[in-house]
């Protein structure tokens, strides 16, 4: 496979899982950086590389599950995917998302949890 990188974003922020009071504002987040950018949405099949940055827990319940931090970080990224076109209710188009690359570590003391997100075009 080759790529074309489209945009790379740092996202400031809470990283959170699936499912979980923190989501909303992950997602946010996410968003915004990609809206910062002022690119998007692509028509394309797509590659992403996520590296989280991951805080410590607060408590021995709060653990980063990878597959888990993945999915709100996709949903959110309806600016860079665009829209699903289908009668249910609105979703990012993360189904053209064809290679997925992610890693997650815990912050070093210089610097902020979040992630860094680079979307590729897929370039056949």
Same mark, same amino acid.
């Given at each position: 496979?080759?790529?074309?990188?489209?945009?790379?974003?740092?996202?400031?922020?809470?990283p959170a899982?699936?499912?979980?009071?923190?989501?909303?504002?992950?997602?946010?987040?996410v968003r915004?950086?990609?809206?910062?950018?002022?690119?998007?949405?692509?028509? /394309?099949?797509?590659?992403?590389?996520? &590296?989280?940055?991951? !805080?410590?827990?607060?408590?021995?319940?709060? *653990?980063?599950? +990878? =597959?888990?931090?993945?999915?709100?970080?996709?949903?959110?990224? /309806?600016?860079?995917?665009?829209?699903? &076109?289908?009668a249910g !209710?609105?979703?990012?188009?993360?189904?053209? *998302?064809?290679? +997925? =690359?992610?890693?997650?570590?815990?912050?070093?003391?210089?610097?902020?949890?979040?992630?860094?997100?680079?979307?590729?075009?897929?370039?056949?």
């Open positions: 496979m080759r790529f074309e990188t489209l945009v790379i974003v740092d996202v400031v922020g809470r899982n699936y499912s979980s009071a923190a989501e909303p504002a992950w997602r946010a987040a915004e950086a990609f809206t910062r950018t002022g690119l998007g949405p692509w028509a /394309e099949r797509f590659s992403v590389l996520v &590296e989280f940055r991951t !805080p410590e827990g607060r408590n021995a319940n709060e *653990v980063w599950d +990878l =597959d888990n931090l993945i999915k709100p970080t996709l949903d959110a990224m /309806e600016g860079v995917f665009g829209r699903r &076109e289908w !209710p609105a979703q990012a188009a993360d189904h053209r *998302v064809d290679h +997925l =690359d992610a890693t997650k570590r815990t912050v070093r003391s210089d610097e902020v949890p979040g992630a860094r997100i680079e979307v590729r075009r897929l370039v056949q």
